[in-house]
């Protein structure tokens, strides 16, 4: 739900664009992958291990690079022609490369804070490449709307995962009762996809 909102409702990534996805072996990453290349887009994702890289690259983004090793990223952006929209949970301290990486009329939408809530800003390059910069969550969203998303999942996405145009990239799943060593595994950013908390015993599928 929150890749759909973003790419679709927030920053509507068309149908050509390339879409720069930050910490593409998340959960939040890896669907936003395949929803780009779904929605008719190209992604290009960030990850740091080759592991993630290649997990990356299997789920279908044309171009992957290792953020420990590239820190100024926008020019490789920019020779990979560059984005038109950029899901970031980083922010600031990925704000001046990201602007630098967008394309004219870009959209930079920022989901997280994990590198900081203070960063500096060139407002010119953002005036002169008409660019727009969004702060989205889903959480504090009217229920209207979330509402809205499960029906749009539903007679969108649902249907293409059985047939395994999509894939439901769940890394791994702890009994609510191991919450704390959920997250202390997450913490570790070793996941590829999504950690699940699970309130009662998973039935394996039939």
Same mark, same amino acid.
Request: net charge positive.
């Given at each position: 739900?929150?890749?759909?909102?973003?790419?679709?409702?927030v920053g509507?990534? @068309?149908?050509?664009?390339?879409?720069?996805?930050?910490?593409?072996?998340?959960?939040?990453?890896?669907?936003?992958?395949?929803?780009?290349?779904?929605?008719?887009?190209?992604?290009?994702?960030?990850?740091?291990?080759?592991? =993630?890289?290649?997990?990356?690259?299997?789920?279908?983004? @044309?171009?992957?690079?290792n953020y *420990?090793?590239?820190?100024?990223?926008?020019?490789?952006?920019?020779?990979?022609?560059?984005?038109?929209?950029?899901?970031?949970?980083?922010? @600031?301290?990925?704000?001046?490369?990201?602007? +630098?990486?967008? *394309?004219?009329?870009?959209?930079?939408?920022?989901?997280?804070?994990?590198?900081?809530? =203070?960063?500096?800003?060139?407002?010119?390059?953002?005036?002169?490449?008409?660019?727009?910069?969004?702060?989205?969550?889903?959480?504090?969203?009217?229920?209207?709307? =979330?509402?809205?998303?499960?029906?749009?999942?539903?007679?969108?996405?649902?249907?293409?995962?059985?047939?395994?145009?999509? *894939?439901?990239?769940?890394?791994?799943?702890?009994?609510? +009762?191991?919450?704390?060593?959920?997250?202390?595994?997450?913490?570790?950013?070793?996941?590829?996809? *999504?950690?699940?908390?699970?309130?009662?015993?998973?039935?394996?599928?039939?």
């Open positions: 739900m929150t890749a759909w909102f973003n790419l679709v409702n509507k990534l @068309a149908p050509g664009e390339t879409l720069l996805m930050h910490a593409g072996a998340s959960g939040v990453g890896a669907a936003s992958i395949q929803l780009a290349n779904f929605l008719g887009g190209r992604a290009i994702a960030s990850a740091g291990s080759e592991e =993630k890289l290649a997990f990356c690259r299997q789920l279908g983004a @044309a171009e992957v690079f *420990k090793e590239l820190p100024a990223f926008s020019r490789q952006i920019k020779e990979w022609g560059g984005a038109n929209m950029i899901l970031d949970p980083v922010a @600031a301290s990925y704000l001046a490369e990201n602007i +630098a990486s967008l *394309k004219p009329d870009g959209r930079l939408v920022i989901i997280g804070l994990m590198g900081g809530i =203070k960063g500096e800003i060139n407002l010119g390059h953002v005036l002169m490449k008409r660019l727009s910069l969004i702060g989205s969550t889903l959480r504090s969203q009217p229920l209207a709307v =979330k509402a809205g998303l499960a029906r749009a999942l539903e007679e969108q996405v649902l249907l293409t995962i059985q047939p395994g145009q999509l *894939k439901v990239t769940v890394d791994s799943s702890f009994p609510l +009762a191991q919450v704390a060593e959920a997250q202390e595994y997450v913490g570790r950013n070793q996941n590829l996809g *999504k950690v699940v908390l699970t309130l009662f015993p998973v039935m394996p599928m039939q």
